[in-house]
């Protein structure tokens, strides 16, 4: 690859370097200018640009607001020169009090809702900072951060704010940078700032008691944390976990032993349209069968008004179905990576974060206090200047009056400095009167007090973090105490059991006939109808499977590929018309055919075989499929297809081939597993594997012939052997499509 350097040279330079360096340059950018926090603020550039911004503008909480189209045209021009959408997007958010736990800005019109809708164009809306977002900025002009130039040169900038408020924990944050990602969740002002000033009493306190302070987050939106203490003590003691939220609901009851639920507050950064649809289409796929209706009954606060079908079911079995089945229950991501002081990308642990911020406190307070020292001292030596003018007036107005160098001969006379010298100049005649001088003398008197209270502060450790300690107990009352801040929002459950309501508690139980044809269309009819009913078929087509069920049962299908699919009898097609293609109702492919259809009885074991004669038993319950996709239980591969599935009963095995070769072994042979291609069952020279059957050895072995009469054959001798074998011809009168003409399950 050919580089142009700076200065106009050109280089050869392999093309995984240059990309090397260009895209770790990227990296660099995205992760400290983009996507993660600073530990110190809890804020990312563009938040903190914004407000910096806003307090230029004078957008204090006391005055009026501006238009947002004003605010984010001097955040572009002045400070961040990326899409003025993406500016008014985060100063959207920072609005927002379903998505701010402690809101930044004060909007004013239309700044989005919790439905999901857009904001309104940025010269509709208008904005000002909040108490909290003054609070971060609190003695910015006090030397209290470093600034660096703006990307023009042009102004400056801070590197970080004050923030007597902390922002990082009590407002969250997420982000995605290159290789790392930050996803924080806001919690409770009140426990943040006794967390901090327990950890100030005692810097060595462990993480347990820390977070005995702050149990968990505080969302806006409010909801129940059902996660496990233990679990949320990990993820702050690691930095990386997460907890469950959940909608808080109730139950209003109704007519005639009938109920609706009411859902108050949904979770964090959830939608409630979004949910609503979700809902809809739960009930459309026919998964809610006893959820009648949804209605969206929200004004200011938030009423979803779920009615159930029937009272019948206890309305916390149905609100844990709806919690596994739509963002009713949600998790949140805690992955405390930020930016630390040296700017270095680290994830830390509750505790780290509240020492951080402290820490921050730490420094502003220490180099406030140098400022304001600094301009005692100045101020004193200009005092010290006036007083000298008071007492020698007389010499002052004689030297200012006669001396072409006025100056040079003051600061000569009495021993003044420049400034001092220049402030003397600089006085005005109604400075002289007597009261002024009393004013000067007191003023000078009370920054001596100032300055030696300063000095004392600074030589004191103990000192300065008593004075922080005042700050935050400032902060929790100004903050802490407000009704409308202050109180938890998100409360705390015990963890789910796990354990999901089952299906069949929400169908009505009723009496169902399966039918499927021979091509596969599948339908269910009302009531067990004997097979030979008058059913009809598409043309060319004829029935295949025929079984009794119950609506609350489930239908498992057995195909040619190996694998096992489920459907629930409650939601098959209805038995009017031809039914639907099951191929339709499932992900299985053209090339594959149904080898049988059975009514799932999760105590039963099957025999699975391929028709290379290989196959095992497994038992029932591990096939059940959760996905339209089926379970891979028989491997079979080329031309190899599953080609038997029959259950067991009994305590031998009978395999024919279709070589018309019969052998019986004892089921004891064949193995239990839960996916594979099994052992070999018999072995073939020619063909492959006809029919299996399971069979009690002492009752003799069964099948069908022509015209549906039955024989059975009792003394079974020369056909017994080991598994593996070929076996002998079948018994004369046995079926010539080797087939023990037997319904392979019972």
Known sequence: MIEILDGGEIRDTPLSEALGERYLSYALSTIMSRSLPDVRDGLKPVHRRILFAMRQLKLNPETGFKKCARIVGDVMGKFHPHGDQAIYDALVRLAQEFAQRY???????????????????????????????????????????????????????????????????????????????????????????AALLHLIKFPNAGLDKLVQIVPGPDFPTGGIIVEDPAAILEAYKTGRGGFRLRARWEVEPGKR??????????????????VIEKIAELMHLRKLPLLADIRDESAEDIRLV???????????????????????????????????????????????????????????????????????????????????????????????????????????????????????????????????????????KALQVERGDLNALLASESGRWAAISEEIREMRRIFGDDPALGPRRSTFAGAPTGELMPIESMVEREPITVVCSDKGWLRALRGHVEEGHDVHYKDGDKGRFWLHAQSTDKLVLFATNGRFYTLTCDKLPAGRGNGEPVRLLLDMANDQ?????????????????????RGFIVAEKDIVAQTRGGRQVLNVSGDVEAAVCAAVAGDHLAVVGEN??????????????????????????DGGLGDVKTMNLADGLTWRQAGGRTRTELDLEMWRGKRGQSGRLAPKGFPKNHSFGESMLP
């Open 103 to 193: 809101p930044l800005v004060d909007g004013q019109g239309n700044f989005g809702n919790v439905d999901g809708d857009n904001a309104a164009a940025m010269r509709y809306t208008e904005a000002r900072m909040t108490a909290v977002a003054q609070a971060l900025l609190q003695g910015i002009d006090l030397d209290t951060v470093d600034f660096r130039g703006t990307y023009d040169g042009e102004d400056e900038e801070p590197q970080v704010l004050p923030a007597a408020f902390p922002n990082l924990l009590a407002n969250g944050a997420t982000g995605i940078a290159v290789g790392m990602a930050t996803s924080i969740p806001p919690h409770n002002i009140r426990e943040l700032c």
């Open 306 to 444: 779920l009615e159930p079908k029937s009272g019948r079911v206890e309305a916390g079995m149905l609100m844990e179905h709806l919690f596994r089945l739509s963002d009713l229950e949600v998790r949140i991501g805690l992955n405390l990576n930020v930016l630390d002081a040296d700017q270095t990308p680290k994830v830390m642990n509750l505790r780290e974060a509240l020492q951080a911020f402290l820490d921050h406190r730490h420094v502003v307070l220490v180099r406030r206090s140098e400022h304001r020292l600094g301009q005692i001292e100045r101020r004193l030596e200009v005092l010290g200047a006036y007083l000298i003018c008071y007492l020698n007036l007389d010499e002052v107005i004689r030297i200012i009056r006669e001396e072409d160098e006025v100056k040079p001969a003051l600061m000569s006379a009495f021993g003044l400095n420049d400034a001092q010298a220049e402030a003397i100049l600089n006085m005005r005649l109604r400075a002289l009167r007597r009261l002024e001088e009393m004013e000067i003398r007191a003023e000078d």
């Open 593 to 613: 055919d149904i080898i049988t259809v059975m009514v799932h009885d999760p105590a039963r074991k099957l025999v699975v075989a391929a028709s290379d004669g």
């Open 257 to 274: 032993g009938t109920y609706n639920i009411v859902v108050t507050e949904i979770p964090y950064q959830v939608s409630k349209g979004r």
């Open 660 to 685: 018309h070769k019969l052998l019986l072994f004892p089921l004891s042979e064949l193995p239990e597993m839960n996916r594979g291609r099994g052992v070999v069952l018999q072995r073939y020279r």
